[in-house]
């Protein structure tokens, strides 16, 4: 089953009080290195049975995210720390449970799990695709 919302493209900032649709089954919303494209998503759909995030871009890229990938690439605080010691805090459960809007220039990716701490730009969501995550982290 897939449900959509294509609210246009996202470089436009949100109206006041604009929300995403509740969670479905499937849901749809409309920098390599440091020096990733200036690209904004056109497209984001969440396949939630196979816990993937699919992101088409402006400049005609697009992206296909496992939540297990996602999730190791938290960038929240409690997940930095625990990466540099050395033990991931990374569940069992990578399942993508919904996203929404981080302002205009993000996703929050709530996790089945609860977690929701990370906030993830579009520029560092362009550089994992590219396989740059950790690079883009470092900077």
């Known amino acids: 089953m897939c449900a959509s919302w294509h609210a246009g493209p996202w470089n436009e900032p949100p ?25 904004v998503p056109l497209d984001i759909t969440l396949h939630r049975q196979r ?52 302002g205009i220039a993000g996703l929050q990716i709530i996790f089945a799990d609860g977690h929701d701490k990370g906030v993830y730009p579009w520029s560092y969501l362009q550089a994992i695709a590219a396989g740059n995550g950790l690079d883009h982290l470092n900077t």
């Open 15 to 39: 109206r006041k009080g604009q929300t995403p649709p509740p969670s479905t089954e499937t849901e749809s919303m409309n920098e390599s290195r440091m020096i990733v494209s200036q690209a």
């Open 51 to 102: 816990s993937e995030l699919e992101i088409k871009w402006s400049d005609g890229g697009a992206a296909t995210l496992s939540g297990e990938t996602l999730r190791s690439f938290c960038a929240c605080s409690r997940c930095r720390a625990r990466n540099r010691i050395g033990t991931p805090l990374i569940s069992d459960n990578s399942q993508i449970d919904h996203v929404a809007m981080a």
